[in-house]
């Protein structure tokens, strides 16, 4: 019988949870950027839309790029995979191409993004109520982290990875 530490969807959930370490530090970092910049005296966006894309410029690419290319380098592992020994391959066991890499992430954090879509239609409708539309984004970006977490500790599998022709495996160093 295998352990619960065994199972590599289980190792999978703790190295994103040390990836987060990784992603909170940057947002640590922009956000002592925009302070020291800015005097503390920040400026509100125009629009959703411009926020959207300073959030996904300065927030989102940086760590869809920063798995993107571990996880496509010799090391075949971001900071976390790393550190509980998994790596990524393709599913013919080889390195994946960044290009499959960054795929492979950025469809793992649209959820991500699409909370970042919700909040911003929320902060800018103030008491108009937030737009209709805004609803269905809001429910992907619980449901899809919840069906890849399930995948991930049922099935030892992400649908993404799937899509992409990835794995994660034990690394053999």
Excluded at 34 to 46: A, I
Excluded at 85 to 110: C, D, E, N
């Amino acid at each position: 019988m295998m352990r619960i530490g065994e199972k590599s969807g289980f190792l999978r959930v703790v190295a994103f949870a040390i990836d987060w370490v990784v992603i909170v530090a940057w947002g640590g970092i922009l956000f002592g950027l925009v302070m020291w910049f800015s005097n503390g005296d920040l400026k509100p966006f125009s629009s959703p839309l411009v926020a959207q894309g300073v959030g996904f410029l300065s927030m989102t690419l940086p760590v869809i790029l920063y798995f993107g290319i571990l996880e496509s380098s010799r090391f075949r592992a971001s900071i976390g995979k790393l550190i509980v020994g998994l790596r990524v391959a393709s599913s013919q066991g080889g390195s994946l191409t960044f290009r499959q890499s960054f795929m492979r992430t950025a469809i793992k954090f649209a959820p991500w993004e699409l909370g970042h879509l919700v909040a911003q239609q929320a902060m800018f409708s103030a008491n108009g109520g937030v737009p209709v539309w805004v609803y269905l984004p809001m429910i992907l970006s619980f449901a899809l982290p919840i069906w890849w977490v399930g995948s991930l500790l049922l099935k030892e599998e992400a649908p993404y990875d799937v899509w992409v022709g990835a794995r994660v495996e034990k690394s053999n160093v």
